[in-house]
T-cell receptor
Framework: ETGVTQTPRHLVMGMTNKKSLKCEQHLGHNAMYWYKQSAKKPLELMFVYNFKEQTENNSVPSRFSPECPNSSHLFLHLHTLQPEDSALYLC??????????????FGDGTRLSIL | GQNIDQPTEMTATEGAIVQINCTYQTSGFNGLFWYQQHAGEAPTFLSYNVLDGLEEKGRFSSFLSRSKGYSYLLLKELQMKDSASYLCAVTDSNYQLIWGAGTKLIIKP
């Protein structure tokens, strides 16, 4: 139990579907992150929210749309995805974003497969 | 560009010692993290180094040399449960985390 919960754990969707990934943290943190993890590649930072404000968007295609209604919840809305988007999507939180010494706490991820 | 290098895979024997190396070239340095990730699970924080030297935490130790752009994670008295991927990550001058691709460690009886 890491204090960060992601749902669903697995998701299979067609390229024309719309789905959402959910992340909830119970650690009282103020920063939340979405990462993409592909096999044998470094974690790719997608989005950062600090105190509910988006502070980072790493040139992510618009078919990925994040939403952060409060400091405890983070969503990733998916629409018209491509096969190369199949990956493990990890959510993380930390006490505050932009603080180099604070570790991030990760959820178990959503394994996404695009047909 | 910014780069983190670590071996793709290593194999070690139960009860032995293994050292996983990480070299980095980043724009500035504000600390280095090691995370452990078991297959299908979340990465979990192991250690943080910002000053040169060795930090010891039980069976795990992490070393940093900023002048050499080099760190290692040392695992002693290896157990089967240590089979996992080990991720090295560096915080650059903009406080962005730069990640390595991870080292998959296989422990054999």
């Amino acid at each position: 139990e890491t204090g960060v919960t992601q749902t669903p754990r697995h998701l299979v969707m067609g390229m024309t579907n719309k789905k959402s990934l959910k992340c909830e943290q119970h650690l009282g943190h103020n920063a939340m992150y979405w990462y993409k993890q592909s096999a044998k590649k470094p974690l790719e930072l997608m989005f950062v929210y600090n105190f509910k404000e988006q502070t980072e968007n790493n040139s992510v295609p618009s078919r990925f749309s994040p939403e952060c209604p409060n400091s405890s919840h983070l969503f990733l809305h998916l629409h018209t995805l491509q096969p190369e988007d199949s990956a493990l999507y990890l959510c993380a939180s930390s006490q505050e974003g932009g603080q180099g010494h604070q570790p991030q706490h990760f959820g178990d991820g959503t394994r996404l497969s695009i047909l | 560009g910014q780069n983190i290098d670590q071996p793709t895979e290593m194999t070690a024997t139960e009860g032995a010692i293994v050292q996983i190396n990480c070299t980095y070239q980043t724009s500035g340095f504000n600390g280095l993290f090691w995370y452990q990730q078991h297959a299908g699970e979340a990465p979990t924080f192991l250690s943080y180094n910002v000053l040169d030297g060795l930090e010891e935490k039980g069976r795990f130790s992490s070393f940093l040399s900023r002048s050499k752009g080099y760190s290692y994670l040392l695992l002693k008295e290896l157990q089967m449960k240590d089979s996992a991927s080990y991720l090295c990550a560096v915080t650059d001058s903009n406080y962005q985390l730069i990640w390595g691709a991870g080292t998959k460690l296989i422990i054999k009886p």
